[in-house]
């Protein structure tokens, strides 16, 4: 997060007559603003909080992520079907978007391996099996932890 030296240049440019357009995105509840020893929310100066307009964003739902994914798929010119798709839903709701988005690519060569132009459920199975996502990663790297190096 930045400190306070970081909000008054930032406060000093928005006064500038070529104002920039400056966005920040934060999970911060109320918080110390750093270099300070004051509470504010999101850990930004209150000076500052008054001149934001704040979006609040929402996680994207079943529906939102599959439509996400065919788009995607779309634009990489690769063919999937609605029942890969769902199921590529389900595993981005369960890791993420990004993950999901990254396994499009390997179940495609995977399909062309197998001799398809389009992937099935079978091809992301084996894709996830093969990449994890961070979290899975991290959990594994924890649990076999006695058995690297150090």
Same mark, same amino acid.
Do not use: W
């Given at each position: ?9 930032? =406060?000093?440019?928005?006064? %500038? *007559?070529?104002? *920039?357009?400056?966005? #920040?995105?934060? =999970?911060? &509840?109320?918080?110390t603003v750093r270099g300070t020893?004051?509470?504010? @929310?999101?850990?930004? @100066? ?10 609040r964003t929402q996680i994207y739902? *079943?529906?939102?992520?599959? +439509? ?16 890969? !798709? ?9 890791? %993420? !978007?990004?993950? $999901?988005? +990254?396994? #499009?690519? *390997? ?6 391996? =197998? &001799?398809?132009?389009?992937i099935c459920k079978a091809d ?9 996502? $961070? ?10 932890? &006695?058995?690297?190096?150090?």
């Amino acid at each position: 997060m930045l400190d306070i030296e970081c909000f008054s240049y930032l =406060n000093r440019a928005l006064e %500038s *007559p070529l104002s *920039p357009i400056v966005i #920040l995105a934060t =999970n911060r &509840g109320i918080c110390t603003v750093r270099g300070t020893d004051m509470t504010s @929310p999101h850990g930004i @100066p209150v000076d500052l909080l008054d001149r934001l307009v704040i979006v609040r964003t929402q996680i994207y739902g *079943p529906i939102e992520m599959i +439509q996400i994914l065919a788009i995607r798929a779309q634009v990489e010119e690769i063919e999937i079907d609605e029942d890969s !798709l769902a199921f590529l839903g389900e595993v981005g709701q369960q890791t %993420s !978007l990004r993950h $999901a988005i +990254q396994l #499009l690519s *390997p179940a495609s060569v995977v399909a062309k391996a =197998n &001799g398809r132009e389009k992937i099935c459920k079978a091809d992301l199975e084996e894709v996830r099996v093969l990449y994890l996502d $961070a979290k899975s990663s991290a959990q594994l790297l924890h649990k076999q932890q &006695g058995s690297y190096i150090t």
